[in-house]
């Protein structure tokens, strides 16, 4: 039987180029296929070694876990300063950073890198879908001065306040600027920022920027955070957790200051809250009705918050009984944040401020907020003008009664 001899088709040039690139892209696909798997292996092992170097979270009595994201991993911790009002913290707020090792009342100082967060822009993510509202504005939102070298010294944590060499103060260069006139004036601190992120970033959107805003030390992202309140035209304050009549020391965190402690002990712990982060115009107590009342101990910080060239506001009375040579307040009335069926509270005690200020002349309030009765503020602040008053930030209420009471000496 005879065979016929096989020929092999005829390609053209460009037959045969295309038939190449075929080939090449067919074998780059299955090349990415088989090799996605260590893709992954090899982002998941950068991020798990950033994270390495964040402190390690510490359960302890007082603290609970949130469930974080839709995974539900526990990752970030509610923070223990503001165990009182826990209820406006929800799963996947920011978790506080901690003094990680504290040995026999002694703080060994973590190194900067310690607070490390992944974020794309350098802020922290926003919530899906979340809207960012137009800052209101009753009065101009003027940038508050940036941090200043002149008024920095180091420390053994970082960098905190001092009195420039020309005698310039924190409490002034960072205050912002109020023209007051013959209505009276009324202010208002919201404390507790920086540990819920969109109750944070809510509050320096939406409140005036003649509201003053007050940091827990333990917040992570606080440079960022309190960079964004200065150039939204807010004055902001450094809180510090002193202990409480209840002797709750663990919901108050590692840096709290206490009676039990040495003033060595707590001058180390006070220059790590003071080094957190800068540009802040003075310090308000968180808590502490215990620690104020002790004259020795409470003496000791106002002589370093004094030299430090910082305001300090107090909501315990100690001012009053001791009447401290600082520029210095007290808070005339404690506002309710108002949850659930207390909401109606914050109403109450916001018009109790108006009153007192209408009888006085000037008076400042202090509250933690929630999603609700940040509403509710933020409504009130609005419209104070028609009740013939005028939101002023809390530098001014320190700065008028420096002047009453300079008056009522003569």
Known sequence: MRFRRLKLPVFSRLTLAWIAFASIGIGAVAYGITDFGRGQTAVKMAVEGIERLAPPEKRTEGHTLAEAGEGGDAREAQSPMLASVANQFTAGDDAE???????????????????????????????????????????????????????????????????????????????????????????????????????????????????????????????????????????????????????????????????????????????????RFQGYFGATNYLGAKFSGDRHAMAAVLDIIKGAGLAYIDDTGLLRRTGADIDATTVNLLINPGYGSERAETARDLDGLEKIAAREGAALGKTYVNDATLTDIVKWAENLGSHDMVLAPASAIIAKSAVDRRTATR
């Open 97 to 275: 950073d901690t003094l990680s090792s504290l040995t026999d009342g002694v703080i060994q100082h973590e190194p900067d890198t310690a607070d490390v967060v992944i974020t794309v822009d350098g802020a922290p993510a926003r919530a899906i879908g979340a809207k960012k509202e137009p800052a209101a504005s009753l009065n101009a939102p003027v940038s508050i001065a940036s941090p200043s070298a002149k008024l920095l010294r180091r420390s053994a944590y970082g960098k905190i306040p001092r009195i420039s060499a020309t005698g310039e103060k924190a409490s002034r260069y960072y205050a912002r600027a109020f023209k007051e006139n013959d209505l009276p004036i009324v202010g208002l601190i919201v404390g507790g920022l920086g540990l819920n992120r969109a109750i944070t970033e809510r509050a320096i959107d939406e409140l005036p920027p003649s509201v003053t805003l007050a940091f827990a030390p333990y917040s992570k992202d606080l440079v960022f955070w309190s960079k964004r309140a200065r150039d939204a035209g807010h004055e902001i304050m450094i809180e510090i957790p002193m202990e409480n009549r209840k002797g709750d020391a663990e919901t108050l965190g590692p840096a709290a200051l206490l009676t039990t402690r040495t003033t060595a002990e707590n001058t180390q712990r006070l220059d790590w809250i003071l080094s």
